[in-house]
């Protein structure tokens, strides 16, 4: 039976919908073997945090729950870009996902919203030039974050989430020129250090206790989706 693989597009819980993920599915399902299901969600500011992960949290379960579909539910995994990383590793953290999925990969998301954009920004490296997100992300924060949100929620803010509530195996990529990269080799260091296993120190990819880290040279966020795609 094939291994199942929820795909949770990005566009900074405002805009896009499936379709933009088709070809990175279509080469992802036929390279590996696997099935890959699209998802979409309800989008902010009209369905602000948390609404579109608990929607995806019942997507994912109806599609657990079709027999029609075959894949070996003991191999499933879930992942997405951007705004879509964020809401899987939230999705994955639901009570009722926990001991369903056994794998997580989180492409170049938004993970910690307590970290201001300023600061986001002066973590890039010098020499990275202009940043994207720099425009949008406050406007994306706007619709999505209400004011008197808390800001460490590991729901929102998923970089705080407890490894137990997360499946054993953690992919976290992310985009050197990016503003959000930081953020994610943050959340990698933070899980990769409960356990015992050994890490060969790499800047740039590295794996321990079940958590690996991925960091694209050169890309810039959202880039590095083209380049996997060439």
Request: charged residues 25%.
């Amino acid at each position: 039976m094939l291994i199942r693989w929820p795909d949770v597009h990005g566009g900074g819980f405002v805009t896009g919908n499936p379709s933009i993920d088709d070809r990175f599915c279509f080469d992802f399902a036929n390279d590996n073997k696997i099935l890959v299901v699209s998802l979409d969600y309800p989008k902010a500011p009209a369905h602000p945090f948390p609404a579109p992960s608990e929607a995806l949290v019942d997507a994912v379960k109806a599609v657990l729950a079709d027999q029609s579909l075959p894949f070996d539910r003991k191999k499933v995994a879930i992942g997405g870009f951007s705004a879509g990383a964020n809401l899987a590793i939230a999705v994955s953290q639901d009570q009722s996902m926990q001991g369903k999925l056994r794998g997580l990969i989180s492409f170049y998301g938004p993970l910690d919203f307590s970290i201001t954009n300023a600061e986001k920004l002066a973590r890039r490296p010098a020499d990275s030039g202009p940043d994207p997100l720099e425009m949008n992300a406050p406007a994306f924060e706007w619709a999505y974050v209400k004011a008197d949100q808390d800001l460490t929620d590991p729901l929102l803010s998923v970089a705080l989430a407890s490894k137990e509530k997360l499946p054993p195996k953690l992919y976290i990529i992310g985009c050197e020129l990016d503003m959000l990269c930081r953020e994610s080799e943050m959340m990698a260091g933070q899980l990769a250090r409960e356990g015992t296993g050994e890490m060969i120190p790499s800047d740039v990819i590295w794996e321990r206790n079940g958590v690996k880290w991925e960091k694209i040279l050169g890309e810039e966020h959202g880039k590095m989706i083209f380049k996997i795609l060439l």
